[in-house]
C-alpha cells in the first residue's frame, strides 16, 4: 500500500508537534531541518532534483526554458 500524501502530512505534522511537546522549541526547529534536509538528499538521489540547476538558482542564473 503507497502512503498517500496526506498520510505522510499527517506522520510528520506529529513527529514535529511531539518533538515540540516533548522537547522544546530548540529540538522542533532542529527536526523540522533535519527533516528538510533528508527530503532534499532523497530527492537528489531519486533523480528528482538536479543539483546544478538549484545552484545556478541561488547563483541568480537564468534557465533557458
Known amino acids: 500500500m503507497k502512503a498517500s500524501t496526506t498520510r505522510v502530512g499527517i506522520v510528520i505534522g506529529a513527529v514535529l508537534a511531539l518533538s515540540w ?4 522549541f530548540w529540538a522542533f526547529v532542529f527536526v523540522a531541518f533535519a527533516m528538510a534536509v533528508g527530503a532534499i538528499v532523497g530527492r537528489i538521489i531519486d533523480g528528482k532534483l ?15 526554458s
Open 21 to 24: 511537546v516533548a522537547f522544546g
Open 50 to 64: 538536479n543539483v546544478n540547476e538549484m545552484v545556478d538558482v541561488f547563483r541568480g542564473k537564468r534557465s533557458s
